[in-house]
């Protein structure tokens, strides 16, 4: 993964415009200049809920272009409900670009894997991609069709796209995996995004055809920012992204725990040991 | 910008001088690298590194974090590199914090504790000795030091023989009596205590039927634990002579006064830098404003003076009540 260390601050940013795509996707746009600057494709920030309550949140950048910056979230707690109740004119808070984005070098010919609101996470490498001259194709699965957000958004940007519902109201009615499981015409590298049980099937998937595959992981965090080694996962030691800690005394084990939110959120899918 | 005109927010913990009362805690702040890209450090006491061990730890299996109402549990079992590795590739980055910088040490026996420190004292990056005799999450001996006065005593004998360093031991509130294991730490020679680290705690998934942690327990911090760390701090104050650095769950300006009037001469933030990690600054920034409104010129005038039937002289008008 890229390791260029980041620029992170803390932005108190004006919101720009809010909307809610599907009934629970949320979309807030703000005025970052200083963020989109540095931001690099698969980043996240930390979002601080505007009670000042509860633990920041994590989210993926969806956007990054002149001043706006945006986030997309599903309103599933306590935190996301209180940042979508933030409204254009309201000023949100976030520490970021934070974590090691996509490594994009080389890659001509890439399927893109989104599951649900991990669509937030592949907007900026899709662009980056497409925009460098690389085919890019974008398989997308959510429950049902008005949760496939904004996938004309990567078809504007030159993306094919393939989709899948649980309920067969758009394409395939099944799991996305299940249309990359299928494919002959094989990509030379996978980006995916979403559930953890569709993150395991895109690492088999990649393994069994070999190809090069890059995963970003979600998990519980507490600080974001590399401090409390609460946010980790098993990999292998001799990945790159590794910390670099000799042997633990824990006997026969080639495993080192790295954190998500300061190695990660990006991993290559076959350095991981979960 | 901290406006401390005429306060004086000084404070000084064994040997250790600081101009800012603010500690923050063990584990949850890294290195003070981790948040030094957007807060300035030099507006912060001191960092608690780590706790670091005799040997390399893997650390805990995951889930590590749970978010439960009010706070956290965390269970990340003493994940570090070890302390060979520890001073050879990691303390000499410590040199370039502009704020004071406190090691903890770990073990799981009394060779443990004062092996690590030995060697951890040796260095000039570091300048003052957090004891963790109380961490939670690791199987074995766990918080058995802790827990026992008597181990407790030994614990800090051994670790005072090595350094002449400051030395803060950081005491459980899991235990029936805090004060008679501080009063223990303070005949053993410890400089200062810590007050407290996390309660131990448990959430279970109901739809799995699973604990939530890997651990299956962990220690839970934040406002959820805050009355229970300011009562063991006023418990702890009335037990010895030594200062105490009160922690748990301190989130604001009102927060932090609770602790140094139960006792406490200096505070600790930790989970509260999850939310916000501005929230040290302002906590700085307004208790200058709260001792310039009542004509204190310094924090150390207000310090354990929460007493019962105690009328307030220093009451500033803008006060409800």
């Given at each position: 993964?890229?390791?260029?260390?980041?620029?992170a601050a803390i932005h108190h940013a004006?919101?720009?415009?809010?909307?809610?795509?599907?009934?629970?996707?949320?979309?807030?746009?703000?005025?970052?200049?200083?963020?989109?600057?540095?931001?690099?494709?698969?980043?996240?920030v930390m979002a601080i809920p505007p009670s000042g309550e509860l633990a920041a949140t994590a989210l993926?950048?969806?956007?990054?272009?002149?001043?706006?910056?945006?986030?997309?979230?599903?309103?599933?707690?306590k935190r996301?409900?209180e940042l979508?109740?933030l409204?254009?004119?309201d000023h949100i808070e976030l520490t970021g670009?934070l974590?090691?984005?996509?490594?994009?070098?080389?890659?001509?010919?890439?399927?893109?894997?989104?599951?649900?609101?991990?669509?937030?996470?592949?907007?900026?490498?899709?662009?980056?991609?497409?925009?460098?001259?690389?085919?890019?194709?974008?398989?997308?699965?959510?429950?049902?069709?008005?949760?496939?957000?904004?996938?004309?958004?990567?078809?504007?940007?030159?993306?094919?796209?393939?989709?899948?519902?649980?309920?067969?109201?758009?394409?395939?009615?099944?799991?996305?995996?299940?249309?990359?499981?299928?494919?002959?015409?094989?990509?030379?590298?996978?980006?995916?995004?979403?559930?953890?049980?569709?993150?395991?099937?895109?690492?088999?998937?990649?393994?069994?055809?070999?190809?090069?595959?890059?995963?970003?992981?979600?998990?519980t965090f507490a600080c974001g920012v590399g401090g409390c080694w609460g946010c980790?996962?098993?990999?292998?030691?001799?990945?790159?992204?590794?910390?670099?800690?000799?042997?633990?005394?824990?006997?026969?084990?080639?495993?080192?725990?790295?954190?998500?939110c300061?190695?990660?959120?990006?991993?290559?899918?076959?350095?991981?040991?979960? | 910008m901290v406006d401390l005109?005429?306060v004086?927010l000084g404070v000084?913990?064994?040997?250790?001088?600081l101009p800012y009362p603010t500690f923050m805690g063990s584990g949850c702040y890294g290195s003070g690298e981790e948040f030094a890209s957007f807060v300035d450090l030099a507006r912060i006491g001191a960092v608690v590194l780590k706790?670091?061990?005799?040997?390399?730890?893997?650390?805990?299996?995951?889930?590590?974090l749970?978010h439960t109402p009010a706070g956290m549990l965390n269970?990340?079992?003493?994940?570090?590199?070890?302390?060979?590795?520890?001073?050879?590739?990691?303390?000499?980055?410590?040199?370039?914090r502009p704020c004071a910088i406190v090691?903890?040490?770990?073990?799981?026996?009394?060779?443990?504790?004062?092996?690590?420190?030995?060697?951890?004292?040796?260095?000039?990056?570091?300048?003052?000795?957090?004891?963790?005799?109380?961490?939670?999450?690791?199987?074995?001996?766990?918080?058995?030091?802790?827990?026992?006065?008597?181990?407790?005593?030994?614990?800090?004998?051994?670790?005072?023989?090595?350094?002449?360093?400051?030395?803060?031991?950081?005491?459980?509130?899991?235990?029936?009596?805090?004060?008679?294991?501080?009063?223990?730490?303070?005949?053993?020679?410890?400089?200062?205590?810590a007050v407290i680290n996390t309660v131990?705690?448990?959430?279970?998934?109901?739809?799995?039927?699973?604990?939530?942690?890997?651990?299956?327990?962990?220690g839970l911090s934040g406002p959820a634990i805050r009355p229970i760390a300011v009562?063991?701090v006023?418990?702890?104050?009335?037990?010895?002579?030594?200062?105490i650095v009160g922690q748990g769950g301190i989130e604001t300006t009102s927060d932090a006064l609770e602790f140094f009037l139960a006792?406490a001469s200096a505070i600790s933030i930790g989970t509260a830098n999850f939310t916000d990690p501005q929230i040290p600054l302002r906590i700085i920034e307004e208790l200058a404003q709260y001792l310039r409104?009542?004509?204190?010129?310094?924090l150390?005038?207000i310090?354990?003076?929460?007493?019962?039937?105690?009328?307030?002289?220093?009451?500033?008008?803008?006060?409800?009540?």
């Amino acid at each position: 993964m890229a390791t260029i260390a980041t620029s992170a601050a803390i932005h108190h940013a004006l919101v720009l415009d809010r909307q809610e795509l599907a009934p629970g996707v949320v979309v807030l746009g703000f005025d970052a200049p200083a963020l989109v600057r540095v931001t690099r494709p698969g980043q996240f920030v930390m979002a601080i809920p505007p009670s000042g309550e509860l633990a920041a949140t994590a989210l993926g950048i969806y956007e990054a272009s002149g001043n706006r910056a945006s986030v997309m979230f599903f309103v599933v707690g306590k935190r996301t409900a209180e940042l979508a109740a933030l409204r254009a004119g309201d000023h949100i808070e976030l520490t970021g670009p934070l974590g090691n984005g996509f490594t994009l070098d080389n890659v001509r010919n890439v399927a893109i894997v989104a599951g649900g609101v991990g669509i937030a996470s592949v907007l900026l490498p899709a662009q980056a991609l497409t925009r460098a001259g690389a085919r890019v194709r974008l398989y997308y699965g959510a429950r049902t069709n008005a949760l496939l957000v904004d996938h004309d958004r990567f078809t504007s940007e030159g993306c094919e796209l393939h989709a899948a519902t649980d309920d067969g109201s758009m394409g395939h009615a099944g799991y996305i995996t299940d249309l990359l499981s299928q494919t002959n015409d094989l990509p030379d590298m996978i980006l995916a995004c979403g559930p953890t049980p569709m993150l395991r099937v895109v690492a088999r998937i990649a393994e069994e055809r070999n190809i090069a595959a890059q995963l970003s992981l979600e998990e519980t965090f507490a600080c974001g920012v590399g401090g409390c080694w609460g946010c980790v996962v098993p990999l292998v030691r001799t990945s790159k992204q590794a910390p670099s800690f000799p042997p633990a005394q824990r006997n026969g084990s080639d495993v080192v725990y790295a954190r998500v939110c300061k190695e990660g959120p990006v991993f290559w899918a076959h350095e991981l040991r979960w | 910008m901290v406006d401390l005109r005429g306060v004086d927010l000084g404070v000084k913990i064994g040997k250790l001088e600081l101009p800012y009362p603010t500690f923050m805690g063990s584990g949850c702040y890294g290195s003070g690298e981790e948040f030094a890209s957007f807060v300035d450090l030099a507006r912060i006491g001191a960092v608690v590194l780590k706790s670091v061990t005799r040997l390399p730890r893997l650390g805990n299996p995951t889930p590590r974090l749970v978010h439960t109402p009010a706070g956290m549990l965390n269970a990340i079992g003493l994940q570090n590199p070890g302390i060979d590795w520890y001073l050879e590739q990691e303390v000499a980055k410590f040199a370039s914090r502009p704020c004071a910088i406190v090691g903890s040490v770990a073990g799981f026996s009394v060779d443990d504790y004062a092996y690590v420190s030995e060697r951890l004292a040796t260095r000039d990056e570091i300048d003052a000795l957090e004891v963790n005799v109380s961490c939670p999450n690791v199987a074995s001996e766990g918080e058995t030091f802790a827990c026992d006065p008597k181990l407790t005593a030994k614990v800090v004998r051994a670790v005072r023989a090595t350094t002449d360093k400051t030395l803060i031991v950081k005491l459980s509130p899991n235990v029936t009596d805090i004060a008679s294991i501080a009063r223990e730490a303070e005949a053993a020679g410890a400089d200062a205590l810590a007050v407290i680290n996390t309660v131990r705690g448990m959430a279970i998934d109901v739809d799995r039927w699973q604990p939530r942690l890997g651990n299956v327990t962990g220690g839970l911090s934040g406002p959820a634990i805050r009355p229970i760390a300011v009562l063991a701090v006023y418990e702890v104050a009335r037990a010895v002579t030594i200062p105490i650095v009160g922690q748990g769950g301190i989130e604001t300006t009102s927060d932090a006064l609770e602790f140094f009037l139960a006792g406490a001469s200096a505070i600790s933030i930790g989970t509260a830098n999850f939310t916000d990690p501005q929230i040290p600054l302002r906590i700085i920034e307004e208790l200058a404003q709260y001792l310039r409104l009542r004509n204190l010129g310094s924090l150390a005038k207000i310090v354990g003076k929460a007493n019962v039937g105690f009328s307030n002289p220093y009451q500033y008008e803008g006060d409800e009540g």
